[in-house]
């Protein structure tokens, strides 16, 4: 197993950071034919039956202490660990499908807490048409829950996070830096809206803001290798929300997204949903000075949209 | 949210038990047609494409503590937390297909360990051909690994816990207790096997022995609704193992299936694998006095096997 090897690797997580330690941890896996995106999307694309029908794959959990605590009303802290997925799976487009859970639990948790959890989880599942069909429970110091969701794009493409292109305009739903006052526990995963898009052909690229607009568009940037421009005026904000809010405050689950020109009158005409979507920017080609990481200073030409 | 009304719920976990917690949890989850088989068997069944395609969908959690400690070798780590997963594909005789992974993890823990687990992981996931497509991570108070994975039957049905007849005779693969000396870290699930039984459709019924024979037989006698009754003397015993052992050890790993009595001979005459394979006992009509739970005394007319 070589792990004496392992000596010469970094020597701490915090030097590496997440991404350092993602790319440690996966940059070596290698995928099949049977695969069309693996790391480094909201979802893993998995090839379906025929041209048009595609399985996407993702999991994510929920830490007590991290992002829940003990006084988070239980129903919340389960409608959150499935909507945190849900939200992934709307960013590439998919509808959802069937989730298993693996719960950790502490000797000494109380089963009516878990149980009031799980109703919680249940009741966005019925919501958004998830099937609940398995899990599995272990003992562990602290509360966690652990979803693994899967959906289906059938009859048209997934939405990628590398598909923007320079001269796309950049978009957002709903507003943004509203993560006080229980948004994060709250919010409505952008199905339908992901889905729509998907479906229309009208994003190019599309991610979730789950870390904030600051962190999460230097990724759809670096996935499509091109330098995003925003309007900094544009941006929606929350009711309340500072532009240093709307750019850094982590779990909108709003969705970004990038829009050939050619197809932006089309998206403005034809959007039906009642959540808001704003241009909030351009996409550049790559260059040298803006990196994926510029985020900042207004943008000028944008008004002219 | 309710979460007034859980305080009717029962007192503690040690009360409830884990069949008493999974009640309590899913007993109200519901499924839409895409799903043949949700909670209670070693994978839920989702429909596929056409009546002879099904996807299989698990997930599986290693915490450190519990499945590993600190001294384990961190590549066995990985390799169990997929294993098992996999040993569960193998129960209904499925192909496994792709995985993602939640990693939990302190905030001290070592990067290099980290990796060498992932490499365990990634070892065994090429052995097998798994496609690890995606995952999170996640702080954590305790190392975990949570694993999902997706697997298929193509051309052929899963076999489920369900299907055992009274009259049918009970196999076990390989030996039974044998979970000293590093055999949960080490085992092999039996993949190859439990296609080949899925394939042939020669098992009626077929789980995984992960907490030992004398827990896990009840359960497929349960799904069954018969009452099984054991052959003791024709148990097969991994070297040094007391009978014991044999029926209490848990991480066994091992295939425990039912065979139709005109379906023995072929089994007999065709079974292509080094891993042996061994009647344990019958299959009975569920009796009221050989309730799920009976699996003691030697069953003497087995002899004429």
Redesign the interface.
């Known amino acids: 197993?070589?792990?004496r090897r392992?000596?010469?690797?970094?020597?701490?997580?915090?030097a590496?950071g997440?991404k350092g330690?993602?790319h440690?941890?996966?940059s070596?896996?290698?995928?099949?034919a049977?695969?069309r995106t693996?790391?480094g999307d909201d979802?893993?694309v998995?090839r379906?039956?025929g041209k048009a029908?595609y399985?996407l794959?993702?999991?994510?959990?929920v830490?007590e202490?991290?992002?829940f605590t003990a006084k988070t009303?239980?129903?919340?802290i389960g409608r959150k660990a499935l909507a945190r997925a849900l939200s992934d799976l709307a960013a590439m487009g998919a509808t959802p499908?069937?989730a298993?859970?693996?719960?950790?639990?502490p000797?000494?948790?109380?089963?009516?807490?878990?149980?009031?959890i799980?109703?919680?989880m249940?009741t966005i599942a019925?919501k958004y048409?998830v099937?609940?069909?398995?899990?599995?429970?272990?003992?562990?110091?602290?509360l966690?829950l652990?979803v693994?969701l899967?959906g289906e794009c059938r009859g048209y493409q997934p939405v990628l996070r590398s598909g923007a292109r320079a001269g796309d305009l950049l978009f957002v739903t709903g507003s943004l830096g509203a993560t006080q006052k229980k948004h994060h526990l709250l919010f409505e995963p952008r199905l339908a809206e992901g889905q729509w898009l998907a479906r229309h052909k009208l994003a190019s690229a599309m991610m979730d803001l789950s870390d904030g607009l600051g962190a999460d568009l230097p990724r759809l940037a670096e996935s499509s290798h091109v330098s995003p421009q925003l309007d900094l005026a544009s941006i929606p904000r929350a009711r309340g929300a500072t532009l240093k809010a709307a750019l850094n405050d982590g779990e909108d689950f709003e969705l970004l997204f990038t829009v050939s020109p050619s197809h932006v009158k089309s998206l403005k005409k034809k959007w039906p949903f009642s959540t808001p979507t704003h241009c909030i920017g351009v996409i550049r080609p790559r260059g040298k000075q803006t990196g994926g990481s510029n985020v900042a200073h207004g943008f000028d030409h944008f008004q002219q949209r």
């Open positions: 197993m070589k792990h392992t000596q010469s690797g970094p020597r701490s997580l915090s590496l997440e330690l993602l440690l941890l996966t070596s896996w290698k995928t099949d049977r695969i693996g790391v979802c893993a998995l379906g039956e029908h399985l794959f993702k999991t994510d959990a830490v202490g991290i992002h009303p239980p129903g919340l499908h069937s298993v859970i693996t719960l950790g639990v000797a000494k948790e109380s089963p009516s807490r878990l149980r009031a799980y109703r919680g249940e019925k048409q099937n609940l069909v398995g899990g599995e429970t272990t003992r562990a110091a602290q966690f652990s693994a899967l």
